[in-house]
C-alpha cells in the first residue's frame, strides 16, 4: 500500500493501535487478513498504557445481560488468547484467573454490592454467574491478610488478572510477526468513502482500502460519523498508585489492588468525569491509599514508586460499542472500556466476523442505533 495511491495492499485498515486495535489487527492477521494499523504519536491518549490490567467479569453488564455473557465469555476464552500470545509472540503475559474479591469496609458496602450482585443474577442464571457473598472470617480464611475493618466481600471464579504491559507488547509482537504493517505517527485525519471503499487521510498522505476497522479509543467519536458510524465515547479518568516490589502475598486481584506478577502493588482505579484532564491529585490518592491499607494493613510498609492517570473510553451507558456502517458498508467500529478483558473475544471472535464482512445477529445489542431511541413524551 502506497501514500497517495487509490490502490491498496492491505485488505484492511484497523486505526489506531491501543489494546483493542492490536487485538482486532492480530484476529484479522490470523485469519489471513493483511493488515495496516495507523496509529497516532506519542501525545495521544492511551487507556491501553495505563489500565489496572483486570479480566474481570463480576458486576459487568447490569443494565445489559449480553454484555455480561460477552465479558464472562472472554474471561473463559482468555487461556486460549495467552496460549495464542505464547505462541505467536514467544511471550509469557502473566495471565492468572484464581478468581477476584470485591473488599468491602463497612455493613453499607457490603449490603449494596449484595443488591447489585442480587440483579446482576436476577437477569440470568447463577451457573451462568458464579459468586459468593463472604464474611470476614471467610475472607480472612481466604485472603490472611486482610485488616480488621473488612466486614466482608464478594467473590467470583471467573475474575482474574494479565500484566497489561507485556499483552500490550505481545499484541504487537505477535502481529509484527504475521506481517501487519504497524504505522505509528500517522494520525488518521478524515476518511472519505468512495468507489465502494475508503480513503483516509492525513499529514502522512492518503491511503486507500476496502475495509477499515475504527479502534481509535477516545478518537472514535470525531472518526466515526465520517463513514456513516455513531460512537459517543468520552474520557473517563482514571488514578493508579503502584508500589515498591515486595515478596508475593496476595494471589487474587481485587477490584482496587492487585499485586502484579513481578511484585509491586497497584491500587487502583479511581473514576472522574473531568474531560481530557489527566493531571494526578493528591485527594484522589490519599483516599484510594486510606482504604488500600484498611485492606491490607501491611501496605502502609511499602513506598510508593509511581502514580499515573489515565483516560477510560466510556460510552454513554458504559457498554462496548460494536457496528458496521450501513451507509459506507465495511466500515466497523469497536470500542470498550474493558479493553483487557475483553481482548480474548477482540481477537478470537470480533475479528474473524468482521473479516467476514458483518457482525453476527449476536452482536446487535452492542449497535449504537441503542443511543438513537427516541425519548417517549
Ligand atoms: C485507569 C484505567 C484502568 C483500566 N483498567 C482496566 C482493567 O482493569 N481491565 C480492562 O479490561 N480494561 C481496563 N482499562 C481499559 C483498557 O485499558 C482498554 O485499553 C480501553 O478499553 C481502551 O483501549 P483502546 O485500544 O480502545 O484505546 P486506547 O488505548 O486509547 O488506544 C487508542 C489508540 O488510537 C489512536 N488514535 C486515536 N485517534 C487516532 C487517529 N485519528 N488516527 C490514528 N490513531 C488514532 C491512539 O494513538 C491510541 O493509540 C482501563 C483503562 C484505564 C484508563
Not at 500470545?85 to 470485591?102: I, K, R, T, W, Y
Amino acid at each position: 500500500m502506497t501514500a497517495h495511491s487509490p490502490s491498496s495492499e492491505a485488505d484492511i485498515v484497523v486505526v489506531g493501535g491501543g489494546v483493542v486495535g492490536g487485538a482486532i489487527a492480530l484476529g484479522l492477521a490470523r485469519n489471513g487478513a493483511r493488515v495496516t494499523i495507523l496509529d497516532e504519536g506519542d501525545v495521544a491518549f492511551r487507556a491501553s498504557r495505563g489500565n489496572f490490567a483486570l479480566i474481570w467479569v463480576q458486576s459487568k453488564g447490569l443494565g445489559m445481560p449480553d454484555y455480561a455473557m460477552w465479558s464472562r465469555r472472554s474471561a473463559e476464552q482468555w487461556h486460549q488468547l495467552a496460549a495464542v500470545l505464547n505462541d505467536e509472540a514467544g511471550l509469557d503475559v502473566a495471565h492468572s484467573q484464581p478468581g477476584g474479591f470485591m473488599l468491602c469496609l463497612s455493613e453499607g458496602e457490603l449490603e449494596q454490592r449484595r443488591k447489585t450482585m442480587q440483579r446482576l443474577h436476577n437477569q440470568m442464571s447463577l451457573a451462568e454467574f458464579p459468586y459468593e457473598i463472604l464474611d470476614h472470617a471467610e475472607t480472612r480464611r481466604r485472603l490472611p491478610d486482610i485488616g480488621p475493618d473488612v466486614v466482608g466481600s464478594v467473590y467470583s471464579p471467573l475474575d482474574g488478572h494479565v500484566n497489561s504491559l507485556k499483552l500490550f507488547r505481545a499484541l504487537r509482537e505477535a502481529t509484527q510477526r504475521r506481517g501487519v504493517d504497524y504505522r505509528p505517527n500517522c494520525t488518521v485525519e478524515s476518511i472519505v468513502p468512495r468507489d465502494g471503499g475508503f480513503f483516509l487521510r492525513g499529514a502522512f498522505g492518503e491511503i486507500a482500502t476496502a475495509k477499515v476497522v475504527l479502534a481509535a479509543g477516545l478518537g472514535n467519536a470525531r472518526l466515526a460519523p465520517m463513514v456513516g458510524l455513531d460512537a459517543p465515547v468520552k474520557p473517563s479518568k482514571g488514578q493508579i498508585i503502584v508500589t515498591e516490589k515486595t515478596a508475593p502475598f496476595l494471589h487474587n486481584p481485587m477490584v482496587t489492588i492487585r499485586q502484579t506478577d513481578e511484585g509491586g502493588v497497584m491500587i487502583g482505579d479511581s473514576q472522574e468525569d473531568r474531560g481530557f484532564d489527566t493531571v494526578v491529585g493528591q485527594p484522589i490518592l490519599s483516599v484510594m491509599a486510606e482504604r488500600a491499607v484498611r485492606m491490607f494493613p501491611r501496605l502502609a510498609g511499602l513506598n510508593v514508586v509511581r502514580t499515573w492517570s489515565a483516560l477510560r473510553v466510556m460510552s454513554p451507558d458504559g457498554f462496548p460499542i460494536y457496528d458496521q456502517s450501513e451507509s459506507c458498508p465495511g466500515a466497523f467500529v469497536v470500542t470498550c472500556h474493558s479493553g483487557v478483558t475483553l481482548a480474548a473475544n477482540h481477537v478470537l471472535t470480533l475479528a474473524p466476523a468482521i473479516l467476514s464482512g458483518a457482525l453476527p445477529e449476536t452482536l446487535a445489542a452492542f449497535s449504537a442505533r441503542r443511543f438513537h431511541v427516541p425519548a417517549h413524551s
